[in-house]
Protein backbone atom coordinates (compact mmCIF):
# COMPACT_ATOMS: atom_id res chain seq x y z
CA UNK A 1 0.00 0.00 0.00
CA UNK A 2 2.69 2.15 0.93
CA UNK A 3 4.96 2.00 -2.12
CA UNK A 4 1.16 2.41 -4.20
CA UNK A 5 1.14 5.77 -2.21
CA UNK A 6 4.44 7.22 -3.35
CA UNK A 7 3.37 7.47 -7.20
CA UNK A 8 0.49 9.16 -6.36
CA UNK A 9 2.38 11.76 -4.08
CA UNK A 10 4.86 12.11 -6.70
CA UNK A 11 3.10 12.83 -9.31
CA UNK A 12 1.04 15.94 -7.24
CA UNK A 13 3.76 17.57 -6.27
CA UNK A 14 4.76 17.53 -9.94
CA UNK A 15 1.78 18.73 -11.17
CA UNK A 16 1.99 21.30 -8.33
CA UNK A 17 5.32 22.07 -9.31
CA UNK A 18 4.68 22.72 -12.51
CA UNK A 19 1.21 24.87 -11.57
CA UNK A 20 3.64 26.84 -9.76
CA UNK A 21 6.10 27.48 -12.88
CA UNK A 22 3.16 27.92 -15.14
CA UNK A 23 2.07 31.18 -12.68
CA UNK A 24 5.83 32.43 -12.75
CA UNK A 25 6.04 32.14 -16.04
CA UNK A 26 3.08 33.76 -16.70
CA UNK A 27 3.23 36.54 -14.31
CA UNK A 28 6.57 37.03 -15.78
CA UNK A 29 5.38 37.76 -19.26
CA UNK A 30 2.45 39.96 -18.10
CA UNK A 31 5.74 41.88 -16.55
CA UNK A 32 7.08 41.50 -20.29
CA UNK A 33 3.81 42.88 -21.94
CA UNK A 34 3.42 46.33 -19.85
CA UNK A 35 6.72 47.29 -20.86
CA UNK A 36 5.89 46.29 -24.51
CA UNK A 37 2.86 48.07 -24.36
CA UNK A 38 4.57 51.12 -22.63
CA UNK A 39 7.08 51.15 -25.58
CA UNK A 40 4.40 50.79 -28.29
CA UNK A 41 2.90 54.23 -26.90
CA UNK A 42 6.01 55.66 -27.59
CA UNK A 43 5.74 53.91 -30.86
CA UNK A 44 2.46 55.31 -32.06
CA UNK A 45 3.37 58.64 -30.22
CA UNK A 46 6.50 59.42 -32.31
CA UNK A 47 4.61 58.30 -35.49
CA UNK A 48 2.84 61.34 -35.31
CA UNK A 49 4.71 63.63 -33.40
CA UNK A 50 7.61 62.79 -35.57
CA UNK A 51 5.92 63.04 -38.85
CA UNK A 52 4.48 66.25 -37.81
CA UNK A 53 8.11 67.36 -36.66
CA UNK A 54 9.47 66.20 -39.93
CA UNK A 55 7.13 68.39 -42.05
CA UNK A 56 7.53 71.41 -40.17
CA UNK A 57 11.56 71.06 -39.90
CA UNK A 58 11.61 70.89 -44.22
CA UNK A 59 8.29 72.04 -45.14
CA UNK A 60 7.82 69.59 -47.64
CA UNK A 61 5.22 66.60 -48.09
CA UNK A 62 7.64 64.72 -49.47
CA UNK A 63 10.10 64.59 -46.95
CA UNK A 64 7.32 63.44 -44.98
CA UNK A 65 7.45 60.34 -47.76
CA UNK A 66 11.03 59.78 -47.20
CA UNK A 67 11.20 59.22 -43.98
CA UNK A 68 8.11 56.83 -43.86
CA UNK A 69 10.15 54.78 -46.77
CA UNK A 70 13.34 54.61 -44.97
CA UNK A 71 11.32 53.26 -41.94
CA UNK A 72 10.19 50.57 -43.98
CA UNK A 73 12.75 49.63 -45.84
CA UNK A 74 14.86 49.30 -42.49
CA UNK A 75 12.43 47.32 -40.82
CA UNK A 76 12.32 45.05 -44.49
CA UNK A 77 16.26 44.77 -44.19
CA UNK A 78 15.64 43.58 -40.19
CA UNK A 79 13.36 40.91 -41.25
CA UNK A 80 15.96 39.31 -43.68
CA UNK A 81 18.53 39.32 -41.03
CA UNK A 82 17.19 38.69 -37.53
CA UNK A 83 16.59 35.03 -37.78
CA UNK A 84 20.19 34.38 -38.23
CA UNK A 85 20.86 37.24 -35.10
CA UNK A 86 18.61 34.96 -33.21
CA UNK A 87 20.72 31.76 -34.19
CA UNK A 88 23.59 34.05 -32.68
CA UNK A 89 22.24 36.01 -29.59
CA UNK A 90 19.14 35.07 -26.81
CA UNK A 91 15.78 36.75 -27.76
CA UNK A 92 16.26 38.81 -23.86
CA UNK A 93 19.55 40.39 -25.48
CA UNK A 94 17.73 41.12 -28.81
CA UNK A 95 15.19 42.71 -27.32
CA UNK A 96 17.15 44.83 -24.87
CA UNK A 97 19.22 46.42 -27.38
CA UNK A 98 16.47 47.04 -29.44
CA UNK A 99 15.08 49.48 -27.22
CA UNK A 100 18.26 50.63 -25.50
CA UNK A 101 18.88 51.64 -29.56
CA UNK A 102 15.80 53.28 -29.79
CA UNK A 103 15.92 55.10 -26.65
CA UNK A 104 19.82 56.42 -27.76
CA UNK A 105 18.73 57.97 -31.29
CA UNK A 106 15.57 59.89 -29.91
CA UNK A 107 18.34 61.39 -27.93
CA UNK A 108 20.20 61.63 -30.27
CA UNK A 109 17.48 63.76 -32.45
CA UNK A 110 16.83 65.82 -28.89
CA UNK A 111 20.45 67.07 -28.60
CA UNK A 112 21.28 67.60 -32.68
CA UNK A 113 21.76 70.67 -33.92
CA UNK A 114 19.64 72.82 -36.46
CA UNK A 115 22.17 72.09 -39.28
CA UNK A 116 22.64 68.68 -38.43
CA UNK A 117 18.56 68.05 -37.36
CA UNK A 118 18.13 66.22 -41.23
CA UNK A 119 20.92 63.77 -40.48
CA UNK A 120 19.14 63.09 -37.32
CA UNK A 121 16.07 62.29 -38.27
CA UNK A 122 17.18 59.65 -40.95
CA UNK A 123 18.92 58.52 -38.75
CA UNK A 124 16.00 57.86 -36.12
CA UNK A 125 13.82 56.43 -39.21
CA UNK A 126 16.52 53.78 -39.66
CA UNK A 127 17.08 52.67 -35.89
CA UNK A 128 13.35 53.00 -35.58
CA UNK A 129 12.43 50.73 -38.45
CA UNK A 130 15.57 48.24 -37.91
CA UNK A 131 14.66 47.75 -34.15
CA UNK A 132 11.12 47.65 -34.00
CA UNK A 133 10.95 44.71 -36.24
CA UNK A 134 14.17 43.21 -34.29
CA UNK A 135 12.05 43.40 -30.89
CA UNK A 136 8.71 42.05 -32.20
CA UNK A 137 10.44 39.05 -34.21
CA UNK A 138 12.35 38.46 -31.07
CA UNK A 139 9.76 38.39 -28.90
CA UNK A 140 6.96 36.38 -30.94
CA UNK A 141 8.90 33.81 -32.05
CA UNK A 142 10.27 33.07 -27.82
CA UNK A 143 6.44 32.91 -26.48
CA UNK A 144 6.38 29.62 -26.70
CA UNK A 145 9.73 28.74 -24.99
CA UNK A 146 8.62 31.82 -22.11
CA UNK A 147 5.30 30.24 -21.42
CA UNK A 148 5.01 27.12 -22.91
CA UNK A 149 3.36 25.41 -26.08
CA UNK A 150 -0.32 25.23 -24.36
CA UNK A 151 -0.47 28.79 -23.75
CA UNK A 152 0.58 30.12 -27.00
CA UNK A 153 -2.66 32.04 -27.96
CA UNK A 154 -3.22 33.20 -24.61
CA UNK A 155 0.13 34.94 -25.06
CA UNK A 156 -0.62 36.46 -28.33
CA UNK A 157 -3.77 37.65 -27.42
CA UNK A 158 -2.46 39.05 -24.05
CA UNK A 159 0.62 40.94 -26.12
CA UNK A 160 -1.33 42.51 -29.12
CA UNK A 161 -4.12 43.66 -26.08
CA UNK A 162 -1.12 45.84 -24.87
CA UNK A 163 -0.09 46.98 -28.51
CA UNK A 164 -3.79 48.29 -29.00
CA UNK A 165 -4.32 49.90 -25.83
CA UNK A 166 -0.91 51.73 -26.61
CA UNK A 167 -1.85 52.81 -29.96
CA UNK A 168 -5.07 54.01 -28.55
CA UNK A 169 -3.31 56.28 -26.07
CA UNK A 170 -0.65 57.09 -28.63
CA UNK A 171 -2.57 58.10 -31.50
CA UNK A 172 -4.76 60.34 -29.08
CA UNK A 173 -2.30 62.07 -27.12
CA UNK A 174 0.10 62.82 -29.74
CA UNK A 175 -2.13 65.97 -30.68
CA UNK A 176 -2.42 67.02 -27.37
CA UNK A 177 1.17 66.32 -25.58
CA UNK A 178 3.03 68.07 -28.83
CA UNK A 179 0.73 70.77 -28.28
CA UNK A 180 0.72 71.45 -24.98
CA UNK A 181 4.63 70.35 -24.21
CA UNK A 182 6.43 70.71 -27.62
CA UNK A 183 8.12 68.31 -29.97
CA UNK A 184 10.90 68.08 -27.47
CA UNK A 185 8.84 67.27 -24.20
CA UNK A 186 7.73 64.46 -26.87
CA UNK A 187 10.42 62.81 -27.38
CA UNK A 188 11.74 62.92 -24.23
CA UNK A 189 8.32 61.15 -23.45
CA UNK A 190 9.13 58.78 -26.13
CA UNK A 191 12.85 58.11 -25.14
CA UNK A 192 11.68 57.49 -21.58
CA UNK A 193 9.16 55.12 -23.01
CA UNK A 194 11.69 52.89 -24.47
CA UNK A 195 14.29 53.21 -21.27
CA UNK A 196 11.56 51.58 -18.72
CA UNK A 197 10.75 48.63 -21.88
CA UNK A 198 14.58 48.03 -21.81
CA UNK A 199 14.45 48.02 -17.72
CA UNK A 200 11.79 45.44 -18.25
CA UNK A 201 13.53 43.42 -20.31
CA UNK A 202 16.72 43.56 -18.29
CA UNK A 203 15.05 42.58 -14.78
CA UNK A 204 13.44 39.16 -16.23
CA UNK A 205 14.54 35.60 -17.32
CA UNK A 206 13.37 35.62 -20.99
CA UNK A 207 13.97 32.26 -22.68
CA UNK A 208 14.55 32.42 -26.73
CA UNK A 209 17.36 33.06 -29.35
CA UNK A 210 20.41 31.18 -29.97
CA UNK A 211 19.41 28.85 -32.06
CA UNK A 212 17.06 27.33 -29.71
CA UNK A 213 17.05 23.44 -29.80
CA UNK A 214 13.89 21.64 -31.50
CA UNK A 215 13.60 19.49 -34.19
CA UNK A 216 12.90 19.50 -38.06
CA UNK A 217 9.43 20.04 -38.58
CA UNK A 218 6.92 16.79 -39.00
CA UNK A 219 6.41 17.59 -42.71
CA UNK A 220 9.77 18.04 -43.74
CA UNK A 221 10.22 13.85 -43.59
CA UNK A 222 6.98 13.41 -46.20
CA UNK A 223 8.98 15.24 -48.77
CA UNK A 224 10.59 13.60 -51.41
CA UNK A 225 13.67 15.68 -50.97
CA UNK A 226 13.66 14.05 -47.30
CA UNK A 227 13.43 10.67 -48.20
CA UNK A 228 16.42 10.73 -50.96
CA UNK A 229 19.07 12.00 -48.22
CA UNK A 230 17.41 9.97 -45.48
CA UNK A 231 16.51 12.92 -43.17
CA UNK A 232 19.66 15.05 -43.37
CA UNK A 233 17.93 17.82 -45.16
CA UNK A 234 16.03 18.55 -41.88
CA UNK A 235 19.62 18.14 -39.95
CA UNK A 236 21.83 20.52 -42.55
CA UNK A 237 18.38 23.25 -41.94
CA UNK A 238 19.07 23.14 -38.10
CA UNK A 239 22.86 23.09 -38.39
CA UNK A 240 22.37 26.10 -40.72
CA UNK A 241 19.82 28.10 -38.23
CA UNK A 242 22.42 27.48 -35.83
CA UNK A 243 25.48 29.12 -37.66
CA UNK A 244 22.96 31.65 -39.39
CA UNK A 245 25.41 31.61 -42.46
CA UNK A 246 22.15 30.25 -44.72
CA UNK A 247 19.45 32.60 -43.33
CA UNK A 248 17.50 32.89 -46.41
CA UNK A 249 17.44 29.39 -47.17
CA UNK A 250 16.45 28.28 -43.65
CA UNK A 251 13.62 30.98 -44.13
CA UNK A 252 11.95 29.95 -47.42
CA UNK A 253 12.62 26.02 -46.15
CA UNK A 254 10.96 27.16 -42.77
CA UNK A 255 8.06 28.24 -44.78
CA UNK A 256 8.18 25.19 -46.31
CA UNK A 257 8.02 22.64 -43.69
CA UNK A 258 4.31 22.76 -43.35
CA UNK A 259 1.31 22.74 -46.00
CA UNK A 260 0.22 26.51 -46.75
CA UNK A 261 2.84 28.00 -44.55
CA UNK A 262 4.52 29.71 -47.19
CA UNK A 263 0.40 30.43 -48.77
CA UNK A 264 -0.02 31.68 -45.24
CA UNK A 265 2.34 34.15 -45.03
CA UNK A 266 2.00 35.49 -48.90
CA UNK A 267 -1.34 36.18 -47.92
CA UNK A 268 0.06 38.47 -44.84
CA UNK A 269 2.08 40.63 -47.17
CA UNK A 270 -1.50 40.94 -49.53
CA UNK A 271 -3.11 42.16 -46.39
CA UNK A 272 -0.22 44.65 -45.50
CA UNK A 273 -0.80 45.63 -49.10
CA UNK A 274 -4.28 46.51 -48.47
CA UNK A 275 -4.11 48.17 -45.02
CA UNK A 276 -1.84 51.04 -46.85
CA UNK A 277 -4.90 51.81 -48.26
CA UNK A 278 -7.39 52.23 -45.58
CA UNK A 279 -4.48 53.90 -43.84
CA UNK A 280 -3.35 56.51 -46.90
CA UNK A 281 -7.37 56.78 -47.12
CA UNK A 282 -8.98 57.64 -43.99
CA UNK A 283 -7.48 61.37 -43.99
CA UNK A 284 -8.86 61.74 -47.33
CA UNK A 285 -12.11 60.13 -46.60
CA UNK A 286 -12.46 61.60 -43.51
CA UNK A 287 -12.12 65.51 -44.95
CA UNK A 288 -14.84 64.93 -47.45
CA UNK A 289 -17.10 64.46 -44.31
CA UNK A 290 -16.26 67.43 -42.25
CA UNK A 291 -13.25 69.44 -44.13
CA UNK A 292 -13.21 71.67 -40.64
CA UNK A 293 -12.13 68.96 -38.58
CA UNK A 294 -11.15 65.82 -40.53
CA UNK A 295 -9.17 64.73 -37.61
CA UNK A 296 -12.43 63.55 -35.64
CA UNK A 297 -13.73 60.56 -37.93
CA UNK A 298 -9.76 59.16 -38.01
CA UNK A 299 -9.56 59.11 -34.35
CA UNK A 300 -13.09 57.69 -33.33
CA UNK A 301 -12.23 54.90 -36.25
CA UNK A 302 -9.03 53.70 -34.96
CA UNK A 303 -10.88 54.07 -31.42
CA UNK A 304 -13.65 51.91 -32.53
CA UNK A 305 -11.49 49.33 -33.93
CA UNK A 306 -9.19 49.28 -31.20
CA UNK A 307 -12.21 48.28 -29.02
CA UNK A 308 -13.45 45.41 -31.24
CA UNK A 309 -9.31 44.14 -31.29
CA UNK A 310 -9.16 44.22 -27.08
CA UNK A 311 -12.57 42.71 -27.18
CA UNK A 312 -11.94 39.95 -29.63
CA UNK A 313 -8.52 39.29 -27.43
CA UNK A 314 -10.82 38.71 -24.59
CA UNK A 315 -12.69 36.34 -26.17
CA UNK A 316 -9.82 34.43 -27.86
CA UNK A 317 -7.78 34.61 -24.12
CA UNK A 318 -11.67 32.87 -22.85
CA UNK A 319 -11.47 30.62 -25.64
CA UNK A 320 -7.83 29.24 -25.25
CA UNK A 321 -7.96 29.23 -20.91
CA UNK A 322 -11.18 27.04 -21.51
CA UNK A 323 -9.91 24.64 -24.30
CA UNK A 324 -6.42 24.47 -24.39
CA UNK A 325 -6.27 25.23 -28.13
CA UNK A 326 -5.35 28.33 -30.48
CA UNK A 327 -8.13 29.21 -33.14
CA UNK A 328 -6.17 27.77 -35.99
CA UNK A 329 -5.20 28.60 -39.80
CA UNK A 330 -8.84 29.00 -40.74
CA UNK A 331 -9.48 31.23 -38.30
CA UNK A 332 -6.67 33.23 -39.98
CA UNK A 333 -8.14 32.85 -43.41
CA UNK A 334 -11.83 33.55 -42.19
CA UNK A 335 -10.81 36.48 -40.45
CA UNK A 336 -9.00 38.27 -43.12
CA UNK A 337 -12.06 37.97 -45.17
CA UNK A 338 -14.11 39.68 -42.65
CA UNK A 339 -11.60 42.24 -41.90
CA UNK A 340 -10.77 43.07 -45.59
CA UNK A 341 -14.61 43.46 -46.08
CA UNK A 342 -15.16 45.55 -43.23
CA UNK A 343 -12.80 48.07 -44.63
CA UNK A 344 -14.23 48.33 -47.74
CA UNK A 345 -17.49 48.75 -46.29
CA UNK A 346 -15.94 51.61 -43.87
CA UNK A 347 -15.85 53.79 -47.20
CA UNK A 348 -18.95 52.93 -48.53
CA UNK A 349 -20.26 56.10 -47.57
CA UNK A 350 -23.15 54.70 -44.67
CA UNK A 351 -24.58 56.58 -41.57
CA UNK A 352 -21.92 57.12 -39.09
CA UNK A 353 -23.54 54.67 -36.40
CA UNK A 354 -23.30 51.64 -38.95
CA UNK A 355 -19.91 52.86 -40.08
CA UNK A 356 -18.74 52.37 -35.93
CA UNK A 357 -20.46 48.92 -35.91
CA UNK A 358 -17.92 48.38 -39.58
CA UNK A 359 -14.76 49.60 -37.33
CA UNK A 360 -15.73 47.46 -34.38
CA UNK A 361 -16.24 44.57 -36.60
CA UNK A 362 -12.88 45.43 -38.45
CA UNK A 363 -10.94 45.37 -35.27
CA UNK A 364 -12.23 42.48 -34.08
CA UNK A 365 -11.28 40.49 -37.06
CA UNK A 366 -7.79 42.42 -37.03
CA UNK A 367 -7.46 40.51 -34.05
CA UNK A 368 -8.30 37.07 -34.81
CA UNK A 369 -6.34 37.53 -37.77
CA UNK A 370 -3.35 38.31 -35.54
CA UNK A 371 -3.95 35.80 -32.88
CA UNK A 372 -4.12 32.61 -35.29
CA UNK A 373 -1.29 33.43 -37.74
CA UNK A 374 1.55 34.60 -34.84
CA UNK A 375 -0.20 31.21 -33.00
CA UNK A 376 0.45 29.11 -35.93
CA UNK A 377 3.86 30.63 -37.21
CA UNK A 378 5.07 29.73 -33.64
CA UNK A 379 4.56 26.08 -34.19
CA UNK A 380 7.32 24.95 -36.30
CA UNK A 381 10.21 24.03 -34.47
CA UNK A 382 12.71 27.25 -32.64
CA UNK A 383 16.09 26.26 -35.01
CA UNK A 384 13.25 27.82 -38.00
CA UNK A 385 10.75 30.18 -36.10
CA UNK A 386 12.96 33.51 -35.54
CA UNK A 387 13.78 32.82 -39.92
CA UNK A 388 10.20 32.41 -41.08
CA UNK A 389 8.55 35.23 -38.59
CA UNK A 390 11.50 37.76 -40.19
CA UNK A 391 10.70 36.61 -43.48
CA UNK A 392 7.19 37.11 -42.44
CA UNK A 393 8.46 40.85 -41.05
CA UNK A 394 9.61 41.27 -44.32
CA UNK A 395 6.50 40.73 -46.51
CA UNK A 396 5.02 42.61 -44.36
CA UNK A 397 6.90 45.65 -44.64
CA UNK A 398 7.26 45.26 -48.62
CA UNK A 399 3.88 44.59 -48.53
CA UNK A 400 2.97 47.93 -47.07
CA UNK A 401 5.22 49.92 -48.46
CA UNK A 402 4.47 48.85 -52.44
CA UNK A 403 1.02 49.70 -51.15
CA UNK A 404 1.76 53.29 -49.93
CA UNK A 405 3.32 54.40 -53.17
CA UNK A 406 0.57 52.99 -55.28
CA UNK A 407 -2.11 54.15 -53.46
CA UNK A 408 -0.82 57.07 -53.07
CA UNK A 409 -0.66 57.59 -56.77
CA UNK A 410 -4.04 55.76 -57.38
CA UNK A 411 -6.04 58.29 -54.80
CA UNK A 412 -5.32 61.21 -57.11
CA UNK A 413 -7.57 59.69 -59.77
CA UNK A 414 -9.69 57.48 -57.76
CA UNK A 415 -12.39 57.44 -54.97
CA UNK A 416 -11.21 56.28 -51.67
CA UNK A 417 -13.48 53.52 -51.92
CA UNK A 418 -12.32 51.85 -55.18
CA UNK A 419 -8.58 52.46 -53.91
CA UNK A 420 -9.42 50.27 -50.97
CA UNK A 421 -11.30 48.03 -52.70
CA UNK A 422 -9.52 46.69 -55.02
CA UNK A 423 -6.34 46.88 -52.66
CA UNK A 424 -8.39 44.94 -49.81
CA UNK A 425 -10.20 42.66 -53.01
CA UNK A 426 -6.62 41.14 -53.46
CA UNK A 427 -6.22 39.99 -49.81
CA UNK A 428 -9.84 38.81 -50.03
CA UNK A 429 -8.94 36.38 -53.37
CA UNK A 430 -5.93 35.70 -51.99
CA UNK A 431 -7.55 34.66 -48.62
CA UNK A 432 -10.24 32.51 -50.39
CA UNK A 433 -7.31 30.58 -52.24
CA UNK A 434 -5.60 29.72 -48.54
CA UNK A 435 -9.21 28.36 -47.35
CA UNK A 436 -9.76 26.33 -50.35
CA UNK A 437 -5.96 25.28 -49.72
CA UNK A 438 -6.65 24.67 -45.61
CA UNK A 439 -9.99 23.40 -46.18
CA UNK A 440 -8.55 20.44 -49.08
CA UNK A 441 -5.31 19.73 -46.92
CA UNK A 442 -7.85 18.76 -43.68
CA UNK A 443 -10.02 16.50 -46.01
CA UNK A 444 -6.66 14.81 -47.17
CA UNK A 445 -6.37 13.98 -43.50
CA UNK A 446 -10.05 13.30 -42.41
CA UNK A 447 -10.11 10.45 -45.02
CA UNK A 448 -6.54 9.28 -44.34
CA UNK A 449 -5.22 9.82 -47.82
CA UNK A 450 -1.43 9.90 -48.28
CA UNK A 451 -0.12 12.54 -50.56
CA UNK A 452 1.84 9.72 -52.43
CA UNK A 453 -1.49 8.34 -53.26
CA UNK A 454 -3.43 11.58 -54.18
CA UNK A 455 -0.48 12.48 -57.07
CA UNK A 456 -0.05 8.69 -57.86
CA UNK A 457 0.78 8.91 -61.50
CA UNK A 458 -0.03 12.58 -61.76
CA UNK A 459 3.15 14.70 -61.14
CA UNK A 460 1.19 17.69 -63.22
CA UNK A 461 -2.01 17.50 -60.53
CA UNK A 462 -0.31 20.38 -58.13
CA UNK A 463 -1.42 19.06 -54.69
CA UNK A 464 1.78 18.73 -53.49
CA UNK A 465 2.65 21.11 -50.41
CA UNK A 466 5.28 24.16 -50.63
CA UNK A 467 8.14 21.72 -49.48
CA UNK A 468 7.44 18.75 -52.64
CA UNK A 469 7.24 22.05 -55.29
CA UNK A 470 10.19 23.57 -54.32
CA UNK A 471 12.34 20.61 -55.38
CA UNK A 472 11.21 21.47 -59.27
Known amino acids: MGSADGPKADETDGDTRKARDTAVSERRFRFLVAGYAVSSYGTFLNMVALNLFVYETTGRALAMGLFMAVRLASGFVAGLVVGGLLA ?16 AVMLVLILAPDGMLTGALMAVSVVIGACGTLFMVALRSSIPEMVGEDRRAWANSLSITGRSLAMVAGFASAGVVVSLVGYTA ?41 ENSGGSVAGKDASAAKSGRRWRPVAFIALAAAPGMGLMVALRGVDAFGSSSHNAALPIYSTSLDASNPAVFVSAFWCVWALGNIGAQQVIQRYAQRTGRSVGALGFGYGTVVMSAAFIAAFAG ?7 VIALIAGAADGLTEVAYTSHLQTLPATLRGHAFGLSATFENLGFGVGMILVAAALDRFSPLAVVGWSHGAAIVVAVVFLLRVAGVRRAERTGLRKEEAVEGRPDRGDRDGAEVSRG
Open 88 to 103: RFSAKSIMLWANVGQG
Open 186 to 226: AFLVDMATFVACAVTVALLPIAGGKGAGGSAPKGSGDSEGS
Open 350 to 356: FPLAVTA
